[in-house]
Structure formats: C-alpha cells, structure tokens
C-alpha cells in the first residue's frame, strides 16, 4: 500500500467513532469470531489510541484466543495510565480475567478497584459475591448479591448466585424464594444450575419428593456423576434405599474416580444397617481422598457400631478436622497426653461434646486415676455433683475452669485409644457412678406394690438428628393403662411443658430435679427407666439401674447395630425400629414387655 493509500485508510478509520468498533468488535466476538474482532480492534486503536472500552476488548479477544500473559498485562497498563476513563464493564472484564485465570487477587483487586468508582454497578457487585462465595465467605457474599439483584431485577445469574449463598447460610426459606423466582424467567444452561441448587434446598428443607423432581429435571439438561450422587443423597434421607444405591451407582459409572460418590454410597451402607459394606466403600473413598476428614469420621462411626473399638478409635481422633464435629478442639499450649508414662507431671482430662458423652466415657476415670501423676478432671456443671464420686481418686474442676498448672492435656474420648482398649470385652464394667451416699431424692408418689417407671421421652430438639431419634409423650401414655404400673416424668429441658397435656396419673418430677445427681437418686428409686437416646441412657447405664432405650433405625453408634442388649451397659436392653420412622412398632414391643414383667412380678417369678 503506497503512502496516499494509507493516508486514506487512516482518515476513514478516523472518521469512525471508538463506539463503531466497539459495537462491531463485539458482535464478532459473540460469534466467537475472534481473529476478525482482532482486526477490528486493531484498526479501532490505530484511529483511536489508548481508548479503554476498546482496549479491554483487545484484552479480551487475548484471552480468547490463549494469550493469557498479554491479556493481563494490557489490562493492568490501561488501568494504571487511565483508570479515570475506565467504565464498569473495564473492570468486570479484568475480574472476569482474573477468575478465568484462577488469579484470585487480580480479580479481587479489580473488583475492589471497580467498586470503589461504581458501587452501583450490578455487574461488579455479583462478582464481588461470587468471589466471595468461592472462598466460603458467604455471609458477606449475599449483600453484595443482594444489591446485584435490586440493581438489576432480571439478572438470573445474580439470583442463581444469591439463593445458592442462602442455602450455605442455612437461610433456606428466603434461598427457595429467590431460586424459585429466578426459574421462572430462566432459560439455557443456568436453569440447569437454578434446578440443581433448588434440588440442594428442597433436600435441606426436607422436601423429599420436591427435591427429587428437581433433581431429575436436571437430569434432562445434563448429567454429570455428581448430580446422580445428590439425588443419592436426597433419596437416602428419604429412606427409598434402593433407588438411593441405583443413583449412587449410576453416579460412579460416570465417574468412577469420585471419591465423594463412594462416601455416599458407604454413608447409604450405614443407614441401612451393612456395617462392613460400609466400611468396604468407606475405604475406597479414602483411597482416593485420603485427607478428608468427614470420609474418616463417618468410618469411625461405622467401625465403633460394628464393635471394632481398636480401629474406631483411632479414626474417631479426625473428629478435630472434621468441619460437622459439634465441639471444638481446645487451645492448650500444653501437649496432648500420647499414653506415655506420666513420671509425677499432671494431666488434665477435659470434657468435650455433650453430658452423655461425658457419662458414657467417666467408665475410664478410675484407670487415668492410677496414671503415675497428678490426674485432675473436668465436668460439665450439671454432673459436677455426681462426679464427687471420683473424689479421692482424681481432682475435680468444673467445665471451662481448668487450673494453670497442668503438663499434659487429653479429652476425655481420647481416653480409650490412649488406654489401649480394642475390644468391647476391655470395657470397664458398670457402675462406675452413684449419687452421694448421704443424698437420697424424696419421691412421696411412690406406691410400694406397683411396678414404677421413670421415664424420658426426648432429647434436646437441637441436637442434629433429633425429629428421628425422640419419640413423643405421647407414645407413653398406654403404659399408664397396665395394671399395677406407675409411671414418673425425669424429663428435664426445652420438652418439660409438654407435661401440660398428660395425664393426671403421669407423676411429674421434673420441675423438682436440679441435677443429674437428682436423677439418679431418682433412678435407684424406680424398677425401670425407660429413655430415648439422650443423656439419662448414660446415666441409667452409669449407676448400673435397670433401663430400656428406644432407638429409632438407624441408632448412634454406641448402641451398636442388630442387637437388643449392650455390651457398654449391662443392665440396658434394646427397643429398635424395624423401619425408619415405625414407633409404634417400637412402643408395641415396650408394652408387650412390660406386661410379660409385670406379670413376672406378681407371680413371684
């Protein structure tokens, strides 16, 4: 091209406007033509130097096209020389840069940058979610999505973004509102992602039927392993155990190299009682994800339901790194006791979980006592009463008051590992507690010639898992209709005003019993204790009283499984679902029982 022709190449290219080039720049790159939206953008900055919007398109088409390096750099000298000229979408695409790159502080420095000059921009505000979604810090992630949302009514992405942040906050409600009003205007490959979050909600919501009618709509956009292992998930909760294997299955035909899908399919296992194909699938997963601390914790579970005490606990110690564990590993500068001679230092047993727990593990006080050292224990302030039991053997502190002058440190569930105990035959026996001799419970109510139960219909309805292992009051009323039973409430917390509506002939103790010491005066007092999983089984087992439990179908581990007696508790015997949510079966069975040991009674036998 001679001097004139380029001259002239160049004074029409001038008398394009920048917006010309953008708009044409960006129609080819929708079509994904990039090698023209190139040429495009190259003859826009000739004629237009320096200008931004056309500069971060060249960026962009750089990127595109697998010029990482030179995308950025671009990006990053446009900013420094002319920030002031940079619009909003300048900054959306160099985050948009930045995550497509995995270089998280580009991206964060560009959202914060873009922010600071536009705040009103929805488009900068859902990435400002969306990054801080992607690092878990959800709380802060749905204000900003929320402003996207207002900003922008009919941004789905944002909507998709936002009930997803929801549903991580457990706001499950308001994540179901939002999710379901962006379906509705959805279109294309985010209604794939709006089903699949709207299937997580209606799983955590409980909404069986509806969440597998998400999931399986989504299905029919695409069909990724994972999804088949939601649905798994989905139908395990809901107790359809078949189907719940036939999509966990379906899931690792997909991809068999999903270590989650084998968690699933082992947490399945579980449920259903197969304790060793449990622990089987439980393996596998580790095998190829051998960090993950829930995989590991689960298999505990399972191996200590089987009775395997030796490799249950020594997986029981991911407990620590497992994200779902309800306590807290605490902060000692002091090291954790490994079973090593103590040589005259002191240790300090702490309590950790629940007062159950803590009953269920004090069995192996009496052995950390005869440790060659100073042995001081900690109690949760309800048990401190009875826990003078151990006076004279250790020293006693109440929970969270440890002293300062102590060498070694062991929660107490620590205990049985570092003791050495591997089989349920290693169990130290029962009682191991009883109240204080000199500390007797009054109960006047008492009739010398009936048959008299105590009894504990719940547990904390807080606690995870409770709506399936607590029974109802009134499952217990029929027993008042035996002849020759007196029945008595120990039911202590959140459950005591359903007394209001039992019988007269229902004794109520509650509202008298300060502690677990009152409740085990109590229990010395009674024929029988009758108790779901919760705390007083402990304590029934602990002072060696004579008690049932009734176990919903899939019972903690410390009952073990397909077994109506325990090895922890001698004096226990065992009342299981045959099918998850079947009470009444379980209460037919309570009453059968009680009349064959009344009847006993009278007989003399």
Aim: charge should be negative.
């Amino acid at each position: 091209m001679n001097q004139a022709a380029a001259d002239h190449r160049n004074d029409t290219a001038q008398q394009k406007s920048p917006e010309y080039y953008r708009e044409k720049a960006d129609a080819l790159i929708r079509e994904r033509k990039f090698a023209e939206a190139e040429n495009v953008l190259a003859e826009g900055l000739e004629a237009h130097a320096g200008i931004p919007a056309l500069e971060w398109r060249f960026a962009d088409v750089e990127f595109q096209t697998g010029r990482t390096d030179e995308a950025k750099s671009r990006m990053i000298r446009i900013a420094q020389a002319k920030v002031d000229q940079c619009d909003a979408a300048f900054f959306s695409a160099g985050v948009r840069l930045g995550r497509a790159t995995n270089d998280r502080v580009y991206a964060e420095n560009m959202t914060r940058a873009g922010l600071d000059r536009f705040p009103l921009s929805p488009n900068l505000r859902q990435h400002a979610g969306i990054l801080l979604a992607d690092t878990g810090r959800h709380d802060r992630a749905v204000e900003h999505l929320e402003a996207a949302v207002n900003l922008d009514p009919n941004n789905i992405v944002s909507m998709n973004a936002l009930g997803y942040s929801l549903e991580q906050i457990d706001q499950l409600e308001r994540a179901d509102s939002v999710l379901k009003h962006a379906l509705g205007k959805a279109r294309g490959g985010v209604k794939f992602n709006l089903l699949v979050n709207l299937g997580n909600v209606a799983q955590k919501l409980e909404n069986f039927e509806e969440g597998r009618s998400y999931y399986e709509r989504a299905l029919k956009h695409h069909q990724p392993g994972y999804l088949y292992s939601n649905l798994g998930a989905l139908l395990r909760k809901a107790h359809d155990f078949p189907a719940a294997e036939t999509a966990y299955r379906r899931s690792l035909v997909l991809d068999p190299n999903n270590g989650g899908a084998y968690y699933n399919l082992a947490n399945k296992h579980k449920e259903a009682g197969d304790l060793m194909q449990a622990v089987s699938y439980y393996d596998r997963s580790l095998a190829i994800e051998p960090e993950r601390a829930a995989t590991h914790w689960n298999l505990s579970l399972a191996l200590l339901a089987a009775g395997d005490l030796r490799r249950g606990f020594q997986e029981y110690e991911w407990r620590w790194k497992y994200e779902g564990f309800p306590s807290r590993r605490r902060n000692f500068s002091q090291p954790q006791w490994q079973g090593e001679p103590l040589a005259g230092r002191t240790l300090l047993v702490h309590a950790e979980q629940g007062i159950g727990d803590h009953l269920q593990f004090a069995r192996f006080i009496p052995a950390l006592a005869k440790l060659d050292g100073r042995v001081i224990v900690e109690s949760h302030g309800p048990i401190l009463r009875l826990f003078r039991h151990f006076e004279g053997m250790v020293e006693l502190v109440e929970r969270l008051k440890q002293p300062d002058d102590f060498d070694l440190h062991l929660p107490l569930l620590s205990a049985p590992l570092v003791l050495g105990i591997n089989t349920l035959g290693q169990l130290p026996s029962t009682p191991y507690l009883a109240p204080p001799s000199n500390w007797s419970f009054p109960v006047p109510e008492v009739q010398e010639e009936t048959f008299q139960i105590g009894i504990v219909w719940g547990g904390n309805p807080n606690f995870p898992g409770d709506r399936e292992r607590s029974g109802k009051l009134d499952y217990y009323f029929p027993l008042l209709e035996i002849p020759g039973v007196q029945l008595f409430s120990l039911q202590k917390g959140e459950r005591e005003p359903e007394l209001v509506a039992a019988p007269e002939a229902l004794v109520r103790l509650s509202d008298r019993i300060e502690d677990f010491c009152d409740t085990a005066s109590i229990m010395t007092q009674m024929d029988l204790v009758i108790t779901t999983c919760t705390s007083t089984a402990h304590l029934a087992g602990a002072i060696g009283a004579t008690f049932w439990v009734v176990l919903h179908h899939n019972p903690d581990w410390r009952w073990l499984r397909h077994r109506n007696d325990s090895p922890w508790y001698p004096t226990a015997r065992l009342f299981t679902q045959a099918s998850p949510g079947d009470w009444a079966g379980v209460f037919a069975e309570v009453q059968d029982a009680i009349r064959v040991t009344v009847a006993s009674r009278r007989s003399g036998g």
